[in-house]
């Protein structure tokens, strides 16, 4: 199975759920740590992922090869994080056939209605409660 993370600024919600991956599913997964910029993927790394990029290209091109993408809400939004999500980005995410798992996190002036006001911690732990029961039926 291969999934690919994506986040940016810091990468502080990827290597959460990286690391939780790495705990909950051990190597079982290959996962790939796209970061919007250098800090992102570094930290990614970091927590545990095979292999990362960084930028509009290796995401665009990643988005076409996994199963599975996984990472904040933002990712599917052009022009979010600051800017760091590209049009392109957001594009390449949103259409690709890998099912997407988000977190309903952003600091965009968006609401998604009918979504519990959870910590963090929390919404990574379903990310990743999900992704086991997926490796379990694999």
């Given at each position: 199975m291969k999934l690919?993370?994506?986040?940016?600024?810091g990468g502080g919600i990827g290597a959460a759920i990286?690391?939780?991956l790495r705990e909950a599913v051990g190597n079982d997964i290959e996962i790939f740590a796209l970061g919007?910029?250098?800090i992102a993927?570094?930290?990614m790394m970091k927590a545990g992922a095979n292999r990362g990029a960084t930028g509009e290209n290796a995401i665009v091109e990643t988005s076409r090869k996994v199963g599975f993408i996984l990472g904040p809400l933002a990712i599917m939004m052009a022009n979010?994080?600051?800017?760091e999500v590209t049009p392109?980005?957001?594009?390449?995410?949103?259409?690709?056939d890998?099912?997407?798992?988000l977190i309903p996190l952003t600091q965009e002036r968006v609401t998604v209605v009918g979504v519990c006001d959870e910590p963090l911690p929390h919404l990574v732990k379903k990310v990743i409660a999900i992704i086991k029961e997926i490796t379990e039926d694999v």
């Open positions: 690919m993370v994506m986040d940016g600024q990286i690391k939780g919007t910029n250098s993927t570094s930290n979010s994080m600051m800017g392109a980005m957001a594009s390449a995410v949103s259409s690709s890998a099912r997407k798992i």
